[in-house]
């Protein structure tokens, strides 16, 4: 497949054919990823730029190993001591980092559609890092890379998704990249957070996890927004815990040995038990490597556009 995309905005306008060809070219790159020296000259000479609008270490860490596993240069702009805090609008910033020749941008921003904004304006390619609570699309591809490496054809495969939905972009855009994929998904978790209008994404919904947990190949708890409780959108802790957190026992209700996921950064005790984030059907360290591939594939496909990886 001859890539044509110049950006990675969101799963909703992706092809099935795209995303298997992301999969596979992620195949490709961890396989590289795994090996005792982990460089390639394959983009030497190309820039990547990451600005983070938002707190980030998973993402900005995985998305700068990967430009430079593959040999681009990285430049990371962080936000707070930038001419952002003058007052510079994202526009001005855009066009900054445009004259400077970069390659590809990595976005990450507080507000909806500002990928978008910025890959209307950008010659390079831009990369959406997580946009408000639209969407974050490289998380999606390499929750559903972990799931297939795991379980193989994910046809006619259940995932429950379990937490703050309504803030959620991850559970958004996992939502689409699993239908996608033929998976059925399941969106639980407490009627504030569950909001109606997200039926509009074809999933189920529940405010019961355990009613949905049995036949479950996979439950992938959200960390659970702390600063939400404010708002006064759960009663306490506690009470999310006992009725949604994952625990050991909790788990045996799904009737198989089904894995477990998270995005990350977790909150232990509240919406996952220490025993279930560290046991043996938790792939979350999985998750993490598995993002770095991911980020590769999409930067090597931007900038490269062939299917053919040179090592």
Same mark, same amino acid.
């Given at each position: *497949?001859?890539? &044509? /995309?110049?950006? $990675? @905005? !969101? $799963?909703?306008?992706?092809?099935? =054919? =795209?995303? /298997?060809? $992301? @999969?596979?070219? !992620?195949? %490709?790159?961890?396989?590289? @990823? *795994? /090996?005792?020296?982990?460089?390639?000259?394959?983009?030497?000479?190309?820039? %990547? %730029?990451? @600005?983070?609008? =938002? #707190?980030?270490?998973?993402?900005r860490t995985s998305f700068e190993m990967a430009a430079k596993v593959l040999g681009a240069d990285t430049t990371s702009i962080a936000v707070a001591q930038s001419s952002v805090s003058?007052? =510079?609008?994202?526009?001005?910033?855009?066009?900054? $980092? &445009? #004259?400077? /020749? #970069?390659?590809v941008v990595i976005l990450r921003h507080s507000s909806s559609g500002a990928a978008k904004f910025l890959a209307d304006i950008l010659d390079p390619s831009v990369i959406n890092a997580g946009d408000g609570q639209h969407a974050h699309p490289t998380q999606a591809l390499l929750d559903i890379f972990t799931m297939q490496e795991h379980l193989g054809d994910l046809e006619g495969k259940n995932v429950v998704i379990v937490g703050d939905i309504l803030h959620s972009r991850v559970a958004r855009s996992n939502a689409w990249c699993l239908q996608k994929m033929g998976v059925n998904v399941t969106f639980a978790g407490p009627p504030t957070l569950v909001p109606e209008e997200l039926k509009g994404l074809g999933v189920k919904m529940t405010y019961d996890l355990d009613s949905v947990l049995p036949g479950a190949d996979i439950v992938m708890a959200l960390r659970l927004q702390l600063e939400r409780q404010k708002s006064g959108l759960f009663p306490s802790l506690r009470e999310y815990s006992q009725l949604y957190g994952l625990t050991t026992e909790r788990l045996k209700k799904t009737g198989k040995q089904s894995i477990v996921l998270h995005p990350g950064p977790m909150n232990r005790g509240v919406e996952i038990a220490d025993d279930v984030a560290d046991g043996v059907d938790a792939l979350i360290e999985r998750q993490v490597t598995n993002g770095v591939a991911i980020r590769m594939a999409l930067i090597y496909l931007l900038v490269g556009g062939s299917s053919n990886v040179v090592a």
């Open positions: *497949m001859k890539w &044509q /995309r110049k950006d $990675i @905005l !969101a $799963i909703e306008d992706m092809s099935v =054919e =795209e995303i /298997r060809h $992301i @999969l596979h070219t !992620a195949k %490709v790159m961890k396989e590289i @990823l *795994m /090996r005792p020296i982990k460089k390639l000259p394959t983009l030497k000479g190309k820039s %990547v %730029v990451n @600005l983070f609008y =938002e #707190a980030s270490t998973r993402t003058k007052g =510079e609008s994202l526009y001005d910033t855009a066009k900054t $980092i &445009q #004259a400077m /020749r #970069a390659d």
